[in-house]
């Protein structure tokens, strides 16, 4: 039979494309033969570059524990040939160059196979042989689609095949070639792509990996799996087609594969997936890296080793009791905000329903309607995108992407708003070392706000420290001023009035002031803000809280009352510093996170620790207030964790009790402050020991929920302070808070007045610490015959019984409705006037003048 048209012009291209190739191998070999003639004595040279992979950045703790490596861009771990699976070998060898072992090099059916492609315009495969692919790699630019470019990758695989043997070159291609996601070489890619070495690796698994060396972004399993999936057959099939594998095998491995994919896995980079023991505190030094190096210094590639001042044992300590206080936190709020929900939704709906249909409000009929369709919205973002979203991932349907990240974007918004994170910062007070660093409820791509150091957030009465400590230093108050913790209007300087409340309306009368501190009593805090001033009150809390700039100082400080209840926005590592200069003997306390960096061969290259160290001994201003302010200001706060909101946080003094070597038991002093802020949005304790200070935070990354009234600053930061303060304070020697030896007078006073206690003070003493020359000199007047109650005045504090007033103000309504109220209280009118409050009962006649002009 005549051969047909067709067969003839394939044959005749055949013999075009075969003289073609046979004229451009005798162009390449002329071309090979000049240049193997210019290089002298090329066989007992070596000047071509060997394989020098990039080397990861080690990232140490204080004692030189590896806390994780920085190789973002080359995630690589070397494994030689004679480890690995020989059906791995085999998958590689079938895919790329099943000629490999007999080839010097290059493969002219290979380059004939490609160029016929070519001309047809179909992609019959590359030309280039293992050895060129690697040769290409290591010394040319494998984008550039040149005959000059594939001449000197021609040329460097010649020479490769004259220096190494066959098993080191194939070694070094499963061992250097890009694989995708951040993954250099087959081993780091087996632990990327399926969660163990390349040693384990199944047949099904070894043509997944193999294909990933074409084109690791469209082949990616992640990404695209129905398109990883076709190719892997395909390899399979070759594998069966060499005898590489039988065909009952492969279709076991295969199915096997598929049985058990994870359709819900994200692809992120190889960075995200690196061992980390402490990822919130690597991220922060990778940012510190990345503004402290200079020039063509890369973390990434030149294998540094950076020394920190982590320690282990301490954020091991952080990340379980925050994963616990976390899980607590979102599991009270989730449940009190149903409640609310629920409960909005049974009365109130109904009424506006109600109200709707009988007067043809249209208006707020439409509202109801509104809630069903966001119900819906509710449901499809947290139950359906998700199954859409894996639909489209599995059938390959790329315009459901679109619509599901939408939705995913929409719960983003949502779990910002609606999800307690939270934050804990610890730094070691004799040399500002952070030792420990949450920045949240999980480090991962789509959650790395480092809200320890990062998040502005307001510290409610965390803050009033701060100001109390200028207010010592004024001389008009001591630990021992009688204040009275009453209903008070303050005007602010644009004659605004402010009405501050205390928590759940309650007012304690005559209050002395670290009693107030301790109890965290709004009232008593604005009248001592009012009396030292919004100058003395910012300059003092900016030094502590480290803030230099003037502009900064204006932003962060408004100059309004509520300011002195916490009203502003810091860090928790700002906050930490702050009581950590009261910890620290008044000096400044500059925390740190790298403390040096040494280069591949071991020399220093960075020293940021003797930096800060030279620093402190230039500043003029180290000292940031007086050894005599700190000492007084600890031994407030002290009462604070005694006595006061952080008592029952620190176990009432157990969490800190411990027992020596010799068995002698003995309890670490510790001082701090907690603070829940308006709207019970943000709850905070920070607090110190002699060792160390922390800070944390809980709260939302979007304002505008409540974390409710049982989730304060006291319930919930409180005892995750206290435990983790007791974790980290195991096997130290006791160790006091140390005391100035000049200008500080311990008095004991009585506990009600504040003054010298006389035989008739029958309800308590105290002992207090002064500043020397401002200690209490009069006995008691309270109790007894004689018993008087000194009063102040101010000119920006209003009586509540000025009668223009009462006709243009009314007192807020506490938020009871956010939660269910204990039995027996009431939340009151919905705008109480002032003379609705109770009389206060301070248990003792008050005087004949009014006490609420104080």
Known sequence: MAPSGSSWVSGLVLRIVAALTIIVAVIIGIGLGLSLAETANIKNQSDFEEFAPALPTKILDSTGRVITEFSADEKRELVSLSELPRHLINAVLAREDPDFYSHMGFSVRGIARAFYGRIIGRNLGGGSTITQQIAGSLHTDRTEMTLTRKLRELWWALQMERQYTKDEILELYLNYLYMGSGTYGVEAASKYYFGHSAREISLAEAAILVIQFSSPARYNPLDNPNTAMERQRAVLDRMIEFGYAAAEEAAVSFKAYWEHYDYTRASVGAYYQREDA???????????????????????????????????????????LMAQGLAKANKEYTASRGTRLERAERTYIPIVELLSLTFNLGGIHAATGAQTKQKALNRYIKAINPVVDMAALMFGIQDLKGITQTGFNALKDRTEQNVVEGALIAIENDTGYITAIIGGSKYDLSNQLIRATQARVMPGSSFKPLYYSAAIDSHKFTAASLIYDIPMVFHNEDGTPYIPLNFKGEWKGPVLLYNALAHSMNVPSLKILDSIGFDAAIDRAAALLGIEDPAVRRRTFPRVYPMGLGIISVTPLQMARAFGVFANQGRELTPIAIRMVEDRNGRIILDKEREVRQRQRQQTNFQVIS???????????????????????SGWGSKFTFTDEQGKRYRMPAAGKTGTTQNWSDAWAVGYTPYYTSAIWFGFDKPGNSLGLSLTGAALAGPIWGDFMREIHHGLPMRTFIKPTTGIVDVRVCAKSGLLPTPDCTEGEVTLSFLEGTQPVQSCNLHGNSRTIPATTSDYITTLEDDALLRTLKMPALPFDMDELPTGESSGPANPVFDAIPEPNYGFELPSYNPLLD
């Open 278 to 320: 402490a990822p919130w505190f690597s991220e922060y030094v990778r940012r510190e890296l990345e503004d402290m190096m200079y020039g063509s210094m890369d973390y990434y590639r030149d294998g540094y080793t950076v020394h920190t001042t982590l320690n282990l044992n301490h954020q091991e300590a952080a990340e379980k």
């Open 627 to 649: 050894p005599q302010n700190a000492y007084i200001m600890t031994s407030i706060l002290q009462k604070t964790v005694e006595s006061g909101t952080l008592a029952s946080g």
